[in-house]
Every structure is written in structure tokens, then in C-alpha cells.
């Protein structure tokens, strides 16, 4: 497997044209889009020829872009004004001239980071290993309520005719979290933006204010 394919697969789900869950005339539609080489390109714009330096431009130009509009929505969602000061474009281009062996050692996460904090900050948080991304806790949301709801919203005559995704795989009993997230992600979005449904465009806009109900 080639370094694309590695990072491809480790970041990406499956191509249109191999995934089960899309209905064939949907898929036959696409006429083989595929979006490999545009997420690819900023990989291959780089500017260098180390895997790691290559993987980190890429972030910036992909990866980045998503881990900011979150932590923007997030913060302007409880009216707090966040800052990212280690997105400085001088702390950037500095550390983009930094040799990667000195970027990664040992495998120690955010090494010169931690480097830099040790004289400032106590040992129980320049070493603390509890903190992760921006997970999606679907295995939460969909132990209850919500995965019934989520179930009965894949298998209503409206997604079941609209041709996107296969019909006959929505019927099926077992559906798990993991695979309930992106497939009502799509059906919403259908609603949303090409159905212009009013309930779930009026559920759209009460979002951000926390009241946002699924309806009937």
C-alpha cells in the first residue's frame, strides 16, 4: 500500500463507487466522482519531501479548516470569544522550518510544545495524556432515544424513495451507531437544503439555541 493509500484510508471513509449503503442508480449518477485527488492535492503540494512535514501541511490545509469552524461555532455558541495565539502566522512558518526530528521523539505528542511549557507550568499538565479532539460522542447520543428516532427517520418512505441510499441495507435490523451518524447526516441535508422541508428547516435555525426537537 502505497503512503496515499495509508493516509487515505486512515482518514477517510469509503469511495462512492465502493460503498454499500449508496444506491446504485445513485452511485451510476455520480458518473465515477471520486474525491481522492482533490483531498490529495494540498499532500502532494507540499513543498518537501519528508512524510512527516508532508502529513503536517496537510492538516493545515485540510484538516485545520474543520478543527477551526468548530471551535469557532462552539465558542460563539456560549458567547465566548476565543483566541488560537499558536496559529500566529510567525509561530507557524518557525516551526515549519523546524527539522522533524526534532518535532517528534519517542513518539511524545507535542514535544517542543511541552518543551517550551515545562519551566512555566507544573508536571501534571504539561505531561497529562486525558486530552483528545473534537470526537463525535455517537455511541452517547444514539443509546436512548435518539437511535430509535434516528432509525425510524432512515426507514420513512421518504429516504426509502428518494434513491440516495440503499434501501434494502436501511431495512436491515442490525444498523449500528457508527453507521447511523453519516447516513442521517445525508438524509438531513437532503431535507434541509433540497427538500426545503419547514420543519427541518425551522429545526435547522433553533440549533445554536439549544431547542431543536426531531419532528414528527
Known sequence: MSFEDRWVSSHCGEE????SLLHPKFVRALTGYSPRESYLRPLREARTEDVLDRCLYHDLRVYLQDLLAMEDRLSMAVSLESRVPLLDHRIVELVARI???LKV?????????????RPL??????????KIPFPSPVEQWFADKLFGA???LLRS????????????RLREEAISSGALWPL????????ICVDRDPGWVEQAKLLTSGLARLPA
Open 99 to 101: 527539522p522533524p526530528a
Open 184 to 191: 442521517i447526516n445525508i438524509e438531513l441535508w437532503y431535507r
Open 157 to 168: 418512505e421518504r429516504t426509502l424513495d428518494r434513491g440516495v441510499l440503499h434501501p434494502d
Open 105 to 117: 521523539r519517542g513518539r511524545q505528542p507535542k514535544r517542543l510544545l511541552r518543551e517550551v511549557a
Open 16 to 19: 462512492p463507487a465502493g460503498s
Open 121 to 130: 507550568l507544573p508536571p501534571s499538565i504539561v505531561f497529562r495524556r486525558d
Open 150 to 152: 434516528a432509525v425510524d
